[in-house]
T-cell receptor
């Protein structure tokens, strides 16, 4: 069963604009992760944020986590056509701490050149 | 390391046939996950292992599905008998430790006709 719900389901922007994707989850987490999937390929890990962290950066990526609202956002700044892909959030359970990794439905991002 | 290796990349089989998907995790990784991805249901966790022991198989859809991990470097997911609704992309992923980033294989695209 999916833990995370993401919105929007699809996002279309122009190159150079920023893209923001949101993820909500239901249960206590140890960490939240974001992945990228290009069409026909496997998922690639982008960034991991732990439950005691509020913000994390990696290059043009900025992730925030609000555990009180059980939500996270992924911001891609100065987007490029090569950023076109599907983006997924995933959570690892914090209460049982068994390492179970559950994915959301994903956001499909299209960046127009 | 070559990453997580899945085989075959594509599989077309007739309804009722047995299908076996294979996965070789990254050497030294102690967690292995099997996922199924479809447009309708997204990325579903089927089963995961820690040190070759199944931890949670609650995502396995039916008794027709079974998974094994006979050693640290090999896992199989078997469907017997296969049905058209099993058509999907099946991913294997591995992690080093709990609560860390997952590395995905390229997936096996299964078509049951």
């Amino acid at each position: 069963s999916q833990q995370g719900e993401e919105d929007p389901q699809a996002l279309s922007i122009q190159e150079g604009e920023n893209a923001t994707m949101n993820c909500s989850y239901k249960t206590s987490i140890n960490n939240l992760q974001w992945y990228r999937q290009n069409s026909g390929r496997g998922l690639v890990h982008l960034i991991l944020i732990r439950s005691n962290e509020r913000e994390k950066h990696s290059g043009r990526l900025r992730v925030t986590l609000d555990t009180s609202k059980k939500s996270s956002s992924l911001l891609i700044t100065a987007s490029r056509a090569a950023d076109t892909a599907s983006y997924f959030c995933a959570t690892q359970d914090g209460s049982s701490n068994t390492g179970k990794l559950i994915f959301g439905q994903g956001t499909t991002l299209q960046v127009k050149p | 390391d070559a990453g997580v290796i899945q085989s075959p990349r594509h599989e077309v089989t007739e309804m009722g046939q047995e299908v076996t998907l294979r996965c070789k995790p990254i050497s030294g990784h102690d967690y292995l996950f099997w996922y199924r991805q479809t447009m309708m249901r997204g990325l579903e966790l089927l089963i995961y292992f820690n040190n070759n022991v199944p931890i949670d198989d609650s995502g396995m859809p039916e008794d027709r599905f079974s998974a094994k991990m006979p050693n640290a470097s090999f896992s199989t997911l078997k469907i017997q008998p296969s049905e058209p609704r099993d058509s999907a992309v099946y991913f294997c992923a591995s992690t080093l430790g709990r609560n860390t980033e997952a590395f995905f294989g390229q997936g096996t695209r299964l078509t049951v006709v």
